[in-house]
């Protein structure tokens, strides 16, 4: 079967000539592959896709779509097209160890290392402000490979930030042209509700990594999206667990003390509930970042990060980076063996929870946290895809919330996450099902981009 798959990647390969130059032909039909359009409908076989100047200008099954005269046609019998990637959650500017400054060189070789991993689109949801936007600029003009990219500023935090700093560091961020403005995890209730009504009066969305601030107070005061699979907040927790997991916060630390807010937590309690309710009562998206977490939590017995992310054959996705993750170290280095084997204990719980989110209806997104320690660019989204069907999401679910829902939760839904014409030809062609196994969304024949294959 694997020689079988090895043939049928290069003839779907081959089949795709460079890039068509200005003095060729701009219609292009895609012809024969089984399409996956991100809409929810079920797969497309023997479709056509008409390309035209960058954009899907038909889709349909074969005999049903006209193909215009003189248009270059690709045959893809035996191959899946899906829509491109979205990434909601890939910080674009790779930070020094310190935090003092950033890798310019390095950050490049990431967007572009997505881009390659069929992310077509992506967020950056926090990066120093004038840096980010030059990078988003950037690659809008094409002087350098990856996503289109949205940006956020840098993150707006610290236990003792004011409301008044707050406003004026978003105006300051509106003015520079940021897509989003990000609050982070020590502000008040009051400065973040200060953030919102800032971004909002400047027509930006907010992204929120509350923790100090609870979900319910951050939805309260109208925040538009949140982060991460799990606020680490009491309210989460029933009443009698409380003074137990903030006693371990101060005793062992935030990041320690996620092993004990798990071990605490029920995902089918009415305090879950509570949350979840309002989540979806709103409409806010949320991306889980699974697998920022599985890097932190996992081990192979004698080292922090297990070797399925160390030792991972795409480590080098961008050159450097692994590098820089072995100088910087893990944030769980000082973690014991006990503590790994609680966390690997409670990994299931936080799968539950993920999967009470989508069971409810709520607004899931994909994102990766790139590049968190060992979370490798591109590679890393595969790899959220994979947890979330670990979590019992089916990969029909796990598709559309990586391409559709990204795209809807960016405000870019017109424009990507499905195959539908007018829409850009962001593309993915697939040697594999990815219905069959999440996993097959790995196996990239090829990505396009706005109708342009993609150099891989």
């Not at 191959?79 to 160890?97: E, K, N, R, S």
């Not at 409409?283 to 699974?290: A, E, G, Q």
């Amino acid at each position: 079967m694997r020689s079988l798959a090895l043939v049928l990647l290069s003839l779907l390969a081959g089949c795709e000539a460079p890039p068509i130059g200005p003095s060729e032909t701009t219609v292009r039909v895609l012809r024969g592959a089984t399409l996956i359009d991100g809409t929810g409908g079920p797969p497309l076989a023997d479709a056509v896709v008409v390309v035209a100047d960058g954009r899907i200008a038909a889709v349909g099954r074969d005999g049903e779509v006209a193909i215009p005269d003189g248009a270059r046609v690709d045959d893809l019998a035996g191959g899946f097209l899906i829509p491109g990637l979205i990434d909601v959650h890939a910080h674009a500017l790779v930070p020094t160890c310190d935090g003092a400054g950033f890798d310019e060189a390095l950050s490049e070789r990431l967007v572009a290392a997505l881009l390659r991993f069929g992310v077509t689109t992506a967020r950056s949801p926090a990066t120093p402000t004038a840096r980010g936007v030059a990078l988003r600029d950037r690659i809008a003009a094409g002087a350098i490979p990856g996503p289109r990219l949205l940006v956020a500023g840098e993150l707006i935090d610290g236990r003792e930030t004011t409301p008044e700093a707050v406003r004026a560091e978003v105006d300051a961020q509106a003015a520079a042209g940021v897509d989003f403005v990000k609050l982070y995890s020590r502000l008040s209730p009051e400065a973040v509700r200060a953030g919102v009504e800032a971004a909002h009066a400047h027509g930006l969305p907010v992204i929120g990594h509350l923790q100090r601030t609870s979900w319910t107070e951050g939805l309260a005061a109208g925040i538009d999206q949140l982060t991460h699979a799990a606020p680490w907040t009491a309210e989460m927790l029933a009443p009698a667990d409380r003074a137990g997991y903030r006693d371990a916060v101060a005793r062992r630390g935030p990041m320690r003390a996620r092993i004990d807010w798990l071990e605490a937590l029920d995902p089918d309690g009415p305090e879950v509930g509570a949350v979840v309710d309002a989540l979806v009562r709103q409409r806010v998206p949320l991306d889980p970042t699974l697998v920022a977490f599985d890097t932190k939590f996992s081990t192979d017995g004698t080292r922090p990060v297990a070797a399925r992310y160390r030792d991972h054959p795409d480590r080098d996705a961008a050159e450097g980076l692994p590098a820089l993750w072995e100088a910087c170290g893990a944030e769980t280095d000082a973690w014991t063996p006990d503590a790994f084997r609680r966390a690997e204990a409670a990994w299931p719980t936080l799968l539950a929870l993920v999967r009470r989110y989508h069971e409810a209806g709520v607004r899931l997104t994909a994102g990766s946290d790139t590049p968190n320690t060992w979370v490798i660019p591109g590679e890393g989204l595969h790899r959220e895809l994979e947890l979330l069907a670990d979590a019992g999401l089916p990969p029909a679910d796990v598709l559309r919330i990586a391409t559709r829902n990204g795209a809807e939760a960016l405000g870019l839904l017109a424009e990507v996450g499905t195959v539908e014409a007018a829409k850009r030809a962001d593309l993915v062609l697939l040697t594999a099902d990815p219905l069959a196994s999440i996993s097959n969304t790995r196996r990239i024949a090829w990505v396009m981009q706005g109708g342009e294959r993609v150099e891989r």
